[in-house]
């Protein structure tokens, strides 16, 4: 009464606290008071009929009251039935448990939810088997966009996810550790059932509408918790894989890599050694034409040793005096030997340069089978880098109630439907 009392005094109007009290305590069955402060007068009206859907969810009380005769007429059957085999006596038991739990979950009907608690059904795909029922097993979805960035691996990966996770009776109903990735697209959800269907028992927090706020929040941190992005690393090439690349795959790549990596340092390398090359076989073949040299001064001195002793022996039969030619021929003698010695040094040159050359050519393949064995993608150990994303760069795109249909037979074996 003070609340039609202060609505009327905001609106302006007249107001007989008495004539409504005495209105209202002579409204009989089914007659209504409708008080309008845009109206001249409170109205008086009849229905001819009311049906109310909003009677809300059952208690387990009032639930294990709908369910004990029907389970006692499935139980007897299941005892009739079970008393022919020679063990049935020792099997009843675990057999009466089990249809007490599948009689639990499956001759539900489907519950009555507040306009705030959206829900939704997964599409009937697969064909029904003989002799099933069709079943909705109620549960969470929540479909969610991850964005992943990176700047030093150069990660910027968009990621679409979507979890089903069961609702419990007790204290955590909803645990997103025992969430499943399910791939079934949002767009292909149904907004109502199929008919003569069956649905299991949905918890009463399930029919709150601040429940899916909270589960909301949790659903954002589980996935900040959980997701990631996978690399590998190689720190001897410094290269990192590719978004969902196997280490197979990885190493088969950095193999190339390596290829052309020592291909890039083994041409470095031969740059590198390339002034001492060619200095060495500068002094190679300036020794060697040393050589040459030498041997031909030797030769000629030989020749002239040979005509000089040819020429004092020639006179001295002749009579004449042979003195000088015969110092002549021992002076040209000893410079033969002195060629002949000059020779040796220079082909020791050739020999020593030749060497060096040899030991600079030893050293570069050296060095180029290191490069070679430095980086063996095969057998290198690779480092895994694990790029996580922040709770900004995620978001829900649904969370709702989603009931999944199961082809359901006779002795409670479910078969996935969607």
Do not use: C
């Not at 859907?53 to 009739?80: A, C, E, F, H, N």
């Not at 088997?129 to 991850?146: K, R, S, V």
């Not at 990596?261 to 031969?270: H, I």
């Amino acid at each position: 009464m003070e609340g039609l009392e202060g609505v009327a005094a905001t609106a302006g109007v007249n107001w007989d606290r008495q004539a409504m009290e005495q209105t209202i305590a002579g409204l009989g069955s089914r007659i209504f008071l409708m008080n309008n402060v845009h109206d001249d007068a409170p109205q008086v009206f009849e229905t001819r009929w009311a049906m109310s859907y909003l009677r809300g969810p059952l208690t387990r009380s009032q639930i294990k009251k709908l369910m004990d005769p029907v389970k006692k007429q499935i139980i007897g059957t299941q005892q009739t039935t079970s008393s022919s085999s020679a063990n049935a006596s020792i099997t009843a038991p675990a057999e009466q448990r089990q249809i007490e739990r599948k009689v639990d979950i499956t001759l539900g009907r489907r519950p009555v939810l507040p306009p705030q608690v959206s829900e939704y059904f997964g599409p009937v795909i697969v064909a029904p088997p003989t002799d099933h029922t069709l079943f909705y097993q109620p549960g969470i979805l929540g479909a969610g966009e991850i964005h992943f960035t990176d700047t030093k691996t150069g990660v910027n990966l968009i990621k679409y996810v979507t979890f089903r996770v069961s609702i419990e009776e007790g204290p955590v109903p909803l645990d997103w550790g025992n969430a499943v990735e399910i791939f079934l697209k949002t767009k292909n959800l149904e907004q109502s059932p199929k008919e003569t269907v069956v649905f299991g028992n949905l918890p009463a927090i399930a029919m709150k509408a601040e429940s899916y706020n909270a589960w909301t929040r949790e659903f954002v941190t589980w996935l900040y918790r959980t997701q990631q992005v996978e690399l590998w690393y190689s720190p001897g090439l410094k290269e990192y894989s590719r978004v969902n690349e196997s280490e197979r795959d990885f190493r088969v790549r950095l193999m190339q890599i390596a290829r052309e990596k020592r291909d890039e340092a083994t041409e470095k390398l031969r740059q590198k050694y390339a002034p001492r090359f060619a200095a060495l076989q500068e002094q190679v073949r300036r020794a060697q034409a040393t050589v040459e040299r030498e041997k031909d001064q030797a030769r000629q001195y030989q020749m002239d040793t040979a005509l000089s002793f040819g020429s004092t022996i020639l006179s001295g039969f002749l009579g004449r005096r042979v003195s000088s030619k015969a110092r002549s021929s021992v002076s040209r003698a000893n410079r033969s030997v002195k060629e002949a010695r000059d020779i040796e040094r220079a082909q020791d040159t050739v020999t020593a340069a030749q060497q060096r050359l040899r030991q600079l050519e030893t050293d570069f393949s050296n060095d180029t089978t290191a490069l070679a064995e430095k980086i063996d993608p095969l057998t290198e150990q690779l480092d895994k880098i694990l790029i996580r994303p922040s709770k900004t760069d995620i978001t829900v795109q649904l969370l709702v109630l989603t009931w999944l249909p199961y082809w359901q037979s006779k002795d409670g074996e479910q078969l996935p439907a969607w």
